[in-house]
C-alpha cells in the first residue's frame, strides 16, 4: 500500500488538459492522471465513430467518475481542430485551476478507405482533426507556455501527442489515417526542439488497444484494453520525465518500444553530378546495405 501512496503522488497539484476523452483510450488517460493528483479538463467534443455530431456527454460522466475518486475536474466540449476553441480550452484550464501543466492529444476518429476509394472529404476531415487537432492546442499551449517562461514563472510543462503504427509503419486501408499520424510523429519533433527553451518536453506514444475505432475493423479480442496505455502517459507527463523529450513510445499490452524513425542510412558520393544511368546500381547497393523496410500492417 506504500507504494500505492507515492505513485499517487506522481502528479500532485498538476493541471492537465486531455483531448478526446470522453472514451476509450482518452478516458482512460483522463482517470489515469487524475488518480495521480492531477486536475484535469476532460475534452470531448462528442461526436460519432466517423465524426459526426450527437448529443451524447461522455465527458460529464468522467468527470463524475474522478469527483468520485475524491478528484477535481471539469468538462470542455471544443472542437480541438477549431483554432479559436482550441485557445479557449487552454485559457478554461488557467481561469478554473490558475494554469496549464500538461497536453493530451488524443482526439481522433477513423473513416478508413483504400486509397482509391478515399473522397477529398474524407481525406479533409481526418487530417483535421488529427493533425490540425493537434497543433490548435499545442500552439496555445505553447503561446502561454513561453509567456510564462519570459515572466520567470517557467513550468515543468508536459506535451504527449498520440501517433500509430500506422503512422509509423503505414497500414493498408488507412492511407488517411497513416499520413496524418506520420505527422503528428514529426511535429513532436519539431515541437520538442523549439520548446525545450521554455521547459516544455513533447513526446507522442503510438497506442493499441481494443477501441471502437478498432472494433469491426479486424479481429481485436487479444488486443491491449485503453487503460495499458495511461501509466505510460502518467510517467511522461510528470515532472521527473523532465529529460525526455522528442521520443515516440508504442505501447502494446505489457510491450513498450522506443520508435526509432527515420533517421540517416548509407549514402554514396558520386564526387559529381549523377547520371541517370549510375542511379540505378549505386541505390541498389545501398539498399542492400541497411535492413529492409518493416512491412505495412495488412500487407500480404
Not at 486536475?39 to 465527458?59: K, M, Q
Not at 505501447?251 to 540505378?280: F, K, L, M, P, Y
Request: hydrophobic content about 45%; cysteine-free; charged content about 20%.
Amino acid at each position: 500500500m506504500a507504494e500505492e501512496t507515492e505513485v499517487s503522488r506522481l502528479l500532485e497539484g498538476r493541471v492537465a488538459i486531455v483531448t478526446g476523452a470522453g472514451r476509450g483510450i482518452g478516458r482512460a488517460h483522463a482517470l489515469e492522471l487524475a488518480r495521480h493528483g492531477a486536475r484535469v479538463v476532460v475534452n470531448d467534443f462528442g461526436v460519432s465513430l466517423a465524426g459526426e455530431g450527437t448529443t451524447e456527454t461522455p465527458a460529464h460522466e468522467v468527470v463524475a467518475e474522478i469527483e468520485a475518486m475524491g478528484g477535481e475536474a471539469v468538462v470542455n466540449g471544443a472542437d480541438v481542430a477549431d483554432f479559436a476553441a482550441a485557445e479557449a480550452m487552454v485559457r478554461q484550464a488557467i481561469d478554473v485551476y490558475g494554469g496549464l501543466d500538461i497536453l493530451v492529444n488524443n482526439a481522433g476518429f477513423v473513416r478508413d478507405r483504400m486509397l482509391v476509394n478515399t473522397s477529398e472529404d474524407e481525406w479533409d476531415s481526418v487530417v483535421r482533426v488529427h493533425l490540425k487537432g493537434h497543433f490548435a492546442p499545442l500552439r496555445h499551449a505553447g503561446a502561454y507556455w513561453r509567456a510564462e517562461a519570459k515572466e520567470g514563472r517557467q513550468r515543468a510543462a508536459r506535451v504527449v501527442n498520440t501517433s500509430s503504427g500506422a503512422g509509423l509503419q503505414g497500414s493498408i486501408g488507412q492511407a488517411t489515417y497513416s499520413a496524418a499520424k506520420a505527422g503528428i510523429a514529426g511535429l513532436t519533433l519539431v515541437a520538442a526542439a523549439e520548446m525545450g527553451r521554455y521547459g516544455v518536453t513533447v513526446n507522442a506514444i503510438a497506442p493499441v488497444a481494443r477501441t471502437r475505432m478498432t472494433e469491426g475493423a479486424f479481429d481485436t479480442s487479444a488486443m491491449a484494453l485503453p487503460e495499458d496505455n495511461s501509466p505510460i502517459v502518467a510517467w511522461l507527463a510528470s515532472e521527473e520525465a523532465g529529460d525526455v523529450t522528442g521520443r515516440v513510445v508504442e505501447i502494446d499490452g505489457s510491450v513498450i518500444t522506443v520508435e526509432n524513425g527515420w533517421s540517416h542510412g548509407a549514402s554514396h558520393d558520386n564526387g559529381v553530378r549523377w547520371e541517370a544511368a549510375q542511379v540505378g546500381p549505386a541505390l541498389r547497393e545501398l539498399f542492400a546495405a541497411g535492413p529492409a523496410p518493416e512491412p505495412v500492417y495488412g500487407a500480404s
